[in-house]
């Protein structure tokens, strides 16, 4: 009797089959309207924010995804990396050092508080405070009072004039900080927020161009349901009728979706499919340098690299490695050979630096140099590489050493160090006693921040301890120029300077990858490869 | 019978303790900073990090940390993930998915494979036991990410019967489509097994008795063969569930269930060492209910174990 029970069970759950197949083929969230629906859904990939959604302790991409669709800040970047004014009337200044900051009357939170200048000053004070421990304290590092040492509730560089009038004065002059004023953390926050913080970071209220759909629209692990914020009136005022970011563990289960069709907008393509992705979604597809760089770093406290061998041997290192080679067999195409450190999508961006030939491919002239460092002091023991396997490094690091091994005859590999945390930590507290990988992705699109926190002596990002004077002084007269295109012009100095030096060794510059589904139109990725979701169209 | 039961009961307390401190101390032990990697490609300031170490009680001594973590369990708080949810919340809305998960891989695997063991192994040496051995032997050597990403690439993606990936609330219809790939390795394990043993059971005496009373094969075979053959299937079966409910890693990862495995693996990359041990904890927890129902089940499997006293 049992069997036969059995094979009734089967057959139910046969039949069960066969209905969930009708069933579940209609995909993504449906809007009725026709084409170009203002009520339309875009969904598209994310990841579990690291942390609460406070956009002063938001760092990550899969944070700052939502807090950058759910805030608006003074300034927005456009898709080349622009800045343009979203909450700001004007910011003005006349030394590089005071900012005088008027913000647009009459703007709301989506819980109807005022967007004032106390929504900015409080905001800044609560991020830079030492108590506060957040991620993006050091963001307000330049302002007058910050300090690491003790807790500064309140920063006298921070002034309210009236209620849409606040000034900001700077320790010293800072060219830039204008630039800077789109990242995340300087974005407003309502009085209400400081009540209880924390809830407020489940249930965050801002006043971007998107709001949560209501309480608990975020769902842990899973996604977040964005609407549109009827209030916004700024520039970035969304044309379709919200966003649904889906959280994926891997690469590989967003693209799948992309290709179910359960995803509109993609931003990340797995390797396994970075060969096939752009034939695959022809027309519907993104393959566009944003502004991040890949780099390795070879520190001047290991032997053999300091003083004039060390150059020479950073010169020939960097000279025998074909950039070309791997980004296209490694990478598919999808990386650029760099030409500098910093980024092409930058205002004041060339590639023809003087000094940039140390990054051309040139086996027999890295062999010369690395036989004249050799007269000075022979070469003794292998050359590593560190890198953390837990992020897809080892394929290329592998072939930078591998070319190494071959056009300087030496002895090269990679060291792989099982996680993230383990590798940065090595990094930071010096254990590390090889070279090891470094890369920056911009936090503003602007030329310093790819110098000042990398090659500035004792700057936070400084990992390979490089301290050039000559290079320090360039930095603070670039800042102190009141003129955009004068400081970046420092800043080239600056590069002439580096490639002399070679402090990190730079390699390629990150391409986005994206694609997208057939229901959605004007999809562009910005400067920094996140979709400009607010101008996404979709058809039903 | 009761007395058994309070007896394992008991029994798993000091079991519990001991994992959790070892999974604690493994944690702890991990190397690498995860504050660090808060930051990513960047250095932070050292004193943020001396002010988040504090904040999540990592500036102290491992034992000391060990004494907090114990003391808020007993409060019932199970701490606070990196992203600022109780994982006592965490853990409530990943244990069902993946609980209904492996039920649903359990289901099938159990349904195939007793069946075709059982056929397999009334018709030892025939045509349909020679096939179930090939595709055993394929199934067995095949990894199960291979398993997972064919599948979804021909029935999620080309022909469109399943959702590619599991929706939100982890819907049972996105869900059969992973449950058939976890049940596929096992399916294979279940049905060898059931195979064995149901030819063991035929050749014993009491089934020949039963035969020369004149029952009926119909009888014979589910109440004296099946019944008789399935104490060790059923042992392999609680072992599964199991393994399922702990390590369905990568197929979560590639179908995208918000379950127990994925979240567990994000949270060891992330090095959150709270979330880590609730999983875990709870975990042993499972592991230590299945097996005693399995033993209660011997019991009920065959009349001649009993948990007298």
Not at chain 1, 2 to 31: F, H, N
Not at chain 1, 195 to 200: G, K, P, V
Not at chain 2, 71 to 91: A, C, H, K, T, Y
């Amino acid at each position: 009797m049992k069997i036969k029970r059995i094979g009734v069970a089967a057959i139910a759950l046969a039949a069960a089959g066969a209905l969930t197949l009708s069933g579940c083929t209609s995909g993504a969230p449906s809007s009725t309207e026709g084409a170009g629906s203002s009520t339309a859904i875009i969904t598209t990939n994310g990841s579990e924010p690291q942390n609460p959604l406070i956009p002063t302790n938001t760092n990550e991409t899969g944070g700052s995804k939502i807090t950058e669709s759910i805030f608006a800040g003074l300034v927005y970047y456009d898709v080349d990396g622009a800045p343009h004014n979203d909450v700001a009337e004007s910011i003005e200044t006349d030394d590089s050092q005071t900012y005088t900051i008027k913000i647009k009357p009459d703007q709301k939170f989506t819980n109807g508080e005022p967007v004032d200048a106390n929504s900015f000053v409080d905001a800044w004070n609560y991020g830079a405070a030492l108590d506060n421990a957040q991620l993006n304290s050091y963001f307000f590092e330049g302002i007058e009072g910050f300090s690491y040492d003790e807790n500064v509730p309140e920063l006298p560089g921070l002034e309210v004039v009236d209620d849409t009038t606040f000034t900001v004065t700077l320790a010293q002059p800072e060219s830039d900080f204008p630039l800077r004023l789109g990242y995340t953390a300087f974005k407003p926050l309502p009085a209400s927020a400081f009540d209880d913080l924390e809830a407020f970071g489940e249930n965050p209220v801002g006043n971007g161009p998107y709001m949560l759909d209501g309480e608990g629209a975020w769902k842990h692990n899973e996604k977040i349901d964005l609407v549109v914020n009827p209030d916004y009136d700024g520039p970035l005022k969304a044309v379709n009728g919200g966003l649904s970011i889906i959280f994926y563990a891997t690469q590989e289960a967003s693209y799948a979706d992309l290709q179910g069709g359960n995803l509109d907008v993609l931003d990340q393509i797995p390797a396994g499919a970075l060969s096939t992705y752009q034939s695959e979604f022809e027309g519907r597809s993104v393959n566009q340098a944003f502004s991040g760089i890949q780099t390795f770093t070879v520190p001047e406290r290991l032997p053999h690299f300091s003083g004039e061998e060390g150059k020479l041997r950073l010169a020939a290192l960097s000279k025998a490695i074909d950039r070309e080679e791997i980004t296209d067999v490694i990478f598919e195409g999808t990386r650029s050979p760099a030409h500098d450190f910093t980024a092409p999508t930058l205002d004041g961006y060339s590639e023809d630096i003087p000094g940039t030939e140390v990054l051309e491919f040139d086996p027999e002239g890295a062999a010369e140099l690395w036989a004249e460092a050799d007269a000075i002091s022979p070469w003794s023991g292998s050359f590593q590489i560190g890198y953390n396997a837990d992020g897809g490094h080892g394929p290329w690091v592998d072939a930078v050493a591998n070319q190494l091994k071959n056009n300087l005859g030496i002895d090269a590999s990679g060291a792989p160090y099982p996680t993230f945390a383990e590798f940065r930590t090595a990094i930071t507290d010096r254990t590390i006693q090889t070279a090891f990988r470094t890369g920056w992705q911009a936090d503003y699109p602007a030329l310093y921040n790819f110098l000042g926190p990398i090659y500035g002596t004792g700057a936070g990002s400084n990992d390979g301890d490089y301290s050039n004077p000559e290079v320090d002084s360039l930095l603070d007269e670039g800042l102190a120029e009141t003129d955009l295109d004068a400081a970046n012009e420092k800043f080239q100095q600056v590069q002439e300077i580096l490639f002399q030096d070679l402090p990190a060794i730079p390699l390629w510059y990150y391409n986005v990858n994206g694609a997208w589904s057939e229901l959605v139109d004007n999809v562009q990725y910005g400067w920094n490869s996140v979709p400009l979701y607010y101008q996404v169209t979709k058809s039903e | 019978m009761a007395g058994y039961i309070v007896r394992r009961v008991l029994q798993a307390i000091p079991v519990l303790l001991g994992t959790t401190f070892l999974i604690y101390f493994m944690v702890f032990a991990m190397p690498g900073d995860p504050i660090v990697a808060l930051f990513g490609d960047k250095t932070p300031p050292p004193q943020v990090i001396e002010a988040l170490r504090e904040r999540y009680h990592l500036d102290q001594p491992f034992i000391v940390q060990y004494f907090i973590f114990l003391g808020n369990i007993f409060r019932g708080d199970l701490g606070v993930s990196f992203s600022g949810q109780p994982v006592s919340e965490v853990l409530a809305s990943t244990f069902p998915v993946t609980l209904r998960l492996a039920a649903l891989a359990i289901f099938f695997e159990m349904v195939a494979g007793i069946t075709v063991g059982l056929i397999s192994g009334l018709r030892k040496g025939g045509i349909f036991d020679a096939s179930a051995l090939v595709v055993s032997l394929i199934l067995i050597s095949l990894p199960i990410f291979v398993v997972a990403f064919v599948a979804q690439y021909i029935f999620g993606i080309q022909l469109g019967w399943f959702r590619t990936t599991v929706g939100i609330g982890a819907p049972m219809q996105d869900l059969i489509l992973p449950a058939l790939v976890l049940a596929t390795i096992s399916f294979a394990q279940i049905s060898r097994l059931t195979r064995a043993s149901v030819i063991d059971t035929e050749g014993q005496d009491f089934v020949r008795t039963a035969a020369s009373k004149g029952l009926s094969r119909n009888r014979i075979v589910p109440v004296h063969i099946l019944r008789n053959s399935l104490i060790p299937v059923v042992t392999y079966l609680a072992v599964d569930f199991g393994t399922l409910m702990v390590g369905a890693t990568v197929t979560e990862g590639i179908f995208n269930v918000p379950g127990v495995g994925r979240t567990l693996y994000q949270a060891i990359i992330r090095g959150e060492g709270p979330t880590v041990v609730a999983f875990v904890t709870v975990m042993v927890l499972i592991y230590l209910v299945v097996n005693l129902l399995v033993d209660l089940l011997y019991a009920v499997l065959d009349p001649r174990i009993r948990y007298a006293k």
